[in-house]
């Protein structure tokens, strides 16, 4: 069973809400969809803990070498140029671009490692971390596990190159 991991930046004032935030967003949200959840007390925080703020720094850079590391491999494919982006060919390389998308505009995804769920993005922004600054008891940095049942491989799962090596 696939497993994906995720830090949630929730606005809630217990781990409970904030978990529950989270679950009803997983729940309603219809680009992601996960059999069951599990979270992680001990590795969830509220930005009061001395590990938070290094904690969020990890995750949120995990994001953007994941948007670096996918905008390489469109590179090494000669997809490195704005210009040259009306050219991809569908298939993986315009999903792959599509991913990169997703990771820009605040879309969530099995690729999200940290999702910013007060303001529906992948970073966080200047306004919020001056709440996390002033208010810390309202926020927490959530860890789950996201498990899945698939029944054919999803794109996002597949990397060409991998599926010709036997």
Request: glycine share 4%.
């Amino acid at each position: 069973m696939p497993v994906f991991e995720h830090y949630f930046l929730v606005k809630a004032e217990s781990f409970e809400e904030a978990t529950h935030r989270v679950t009803r967003f997983i729940e309603r949200y219809e680009l992601l969809s996960y059999d069951t959840l599990e979270f992680f007390p001990e590795d969830s925080f509220p930005a009061t803990h001395p590990r938070f703020y290094e904690i969020l720094a990890r995750v949120e850079e995990k994001n953007r070498k994941t948007v670096r590391e996918f905008l390489s491999e469109l590179a090494r494919e000669g997809y490195g140029r704005f210009e040259n982006l009306a050219e991809i060919p569908q298939g993986y390389l315009s999903k792959l671009f599509h991913t990169i998308a997703h990771l820009l505009d605040g879309f969530m995804g099995i690729d999200s490692h940290f999702y910013n769920l007060v303001e529906d993005s992948h970073w966080v922004s200047p306004a919020l971390r001056k709440k996390l600054q002033e208010s810390p008891h309202d926020f927490w940095l959530i860890r789950l596990l996201g498990h899945t049942e698939i029944s054919e491989p999803r794109f996002e799962l597949l990397n060409p190159e991998r599926l010709l090596k036997v």
